[in-house]
């Protein structure tokens, strides 16, 4: 196994995504688990959750980078999860996104090379694609400097993963939903024709490990996911609580789209099906990749990945919270 007696940082490990990729990467023998978070209630908290001699944390900030190369030394595997990820809060603070998700970034790229990291896992979002708000044009700078940073000629290599939204994470409006429905409240939805990609977050960490294992440098691996519209993702939450209530349209916050991206026309010219759940977004170079992984996956048909394209339908949506294990 690749994570065995590896020594392995996430930073911003704290979080939902955080605390189930501990989770997973305990089963595989690492050498040590690293949390690097700026939040020390958390990291208590999460101490007492997860009692494993394997499992330690670092207080510091990707904002810092004397406290990234020291975090670094001896680390085999990196998981960038470290993020301000809130839409409305990037509209308001730009400037303090702008330090964490491109600043940040480039300060693990920069430590990651001198502790010679063997790779870095970014997690990026679909809000990178076609950007519409500040959050996610600093995803795709993100991105883009960490798809670059494979080109310095060091041993560290650097992957992106582009995720939708994941079912149950901090902030997610299943939260929001069910909490509205469980004390009787009208459901709020910004716009009924609003469409997003979700998946679970078993599928959320199992698209990191792959990208972990498989991924060679400068690819974007992507989940095919399904999409949802939000409006019916609240009707079936209405009726698996046995409720009858209304939802209401509240407009869209500064910065929302209507549908959400995964791949871009562009990208489409050099994007393989690989296996049959994934895509991967090859450089866009004319330089061959470093072996031959990707030489028999077909190249994909589509001319865009949107939301607003195909949604599930209300048994589907179901389903899928069912196996996220998230409701009561």
């Not at 392995?8 to 997973?24: A, C, N, P, Y």
């Not at 050498?31 to 997860?50: A, G, L």
């Amino acid at each position: 196994m690749v994570f065995n007696n590896a020594t392995i940082l996430i930073t911003g490990g704290t979080g939902s995504w955080g605390k189930e990729l501990v989770l997973q990467l305990l089963t595989h023998q690492p050498k040590k688990v690293i949390v690097f978070s700026r939040n020390e209630d958390r990291q208590v908290s999460m101490r007492r959750e997860i009692a494993d001699k394997h499992l330690t944390f670092h207080i510091g900030d990707i904002r810092d980078k004397e406290a990234l190369l020291q975090a670094l030394r001896g680390v085999d595997y990196v998981f960038h999860l470290a993020a301000l990820k809130h839409v409305p809060v990037c509209e308001e603070h730009p400037l303090e996104a702008l330090k964490t998700n491109v600043n940040g970034t480039q300060n693990l790229i920069d430590a990651a090379i001198a502790a010679h990291v063997k790779k870095v896992i970014h997690v990026s979002t679909d809000k990178a694609v076609d950007p519409a708000n500040f959050y996610g044009f600093t995803k795709a700078v993100g991105e883009k400097i960490m798809i670059h940073a494979n080109e310095n000629g060091s041993v560290t290599r650097f992957i992106c993963v582009r995720s939708g939204n994941v079912l149950g994470t901090n902030g997610s409006v299943l939260h929001l939903f069910i909490d509205q429905i469980k004390n009787d409240q009208e459901v709020t939805i910004t716009d009924n024709e609003m469409t997003r990609f979700f998946l679970t977050q078993a599928d959320a960490i199992k698209l990191l490990l792959k990208a972990a294992t498989d991924g060679d440098g400068g690819e974007i691996f992507v989940l095919n996911m399904p999409a949802c519209n939000i409006s019916d993702l609240a009707k079936v939450l209405i009726k698996h609580y046995g409720k009858e209530l209304k939802t209401t349209e509240t407009g869209m916050r500064p910065g929302e789209k209507l549908f959400e991206v995964l791949l871009s026309n562009k990208e489409m010219a050099h994007t393989v099906l690989y296996g049959q759940n994934y895509f991967v977004v090859l450089p866009d170079t004319s330089e061959p990749m470093p072996n031959s992984r990707y030489a028999n996956c077909p190249f994909i048909q589509k001319f865009a990945y949107r939301s607003d394209e195909k949604q599930m339908s209300h048994a589907d949506i179901a389903q899928l919270l069912a196996e996220s294990k998230l409701l009561d």
